[in-house]
Nanobody, 121 residues
Framework: QVQLVESGGGLVQPGGSLTLSCAAS????????MEWYRQAPGKERELVAS???????GYGDSVKGRFTISRDNAKNTMYLQMNNLKPEDTAVYYC???????????????WGQGTQVTVSS
């Protein structure tokens, strides 16, 4: 069974950095797009960053120039390097992957359990 496991969240001071990881476990055949979302209390979930299989990236306006998404296809893992963090970055961060397992002939959507990022002094 495919699972996405996130790690790397925590408490950081404004201006600090954190790196989130999301690893897909199970029998993976191929992964298309990988994405990071976040949801702050009382707000809708928003797309933070995305990366395609060839490596094309896209970012939300609020994180451009501060966050960097990357992926390691050999490890079925993606990362989110977050620099110059601001209090408004505080949220639960979720990873998403569109992937195909070795037991199916189609791609499906998978979500991580979420990891809390808190930016506060």
């Amino acid at each position: 069974q495919v699972q996405l496991v996130e790690s790397g969240g925590g408490l950081v001071q404004p201006g600090g950095s954190l790196t989130l990881s999301c690893a897909a476990s199970g029998s993976i055949f191929s992964i298309n797009v990988m994405e990071w979302y976040r949801q702050a209390p009382g707000k809708e979930r928003e797309l933070v960053a995305s990366i395609t299989h060839p490596g094309s990236t896209g970012y939300g306006d609020s994180v451009k120039g501060r966050f960097t998404i990357s992926r390691d296809n050999a490890k079925n893992t993606m990362y989110l390097q977050m620099n110059n963090l601001k209090p408004e970055d505080t949220a639960v961060y979720y990873c998403y992957m569109n992937l195909r397992s070795r037991t199916t002939t189609y791609f499906n959507n998978y979500w991580g359990q979420g990891t809390q990022v808190t930016v506060s002094s």
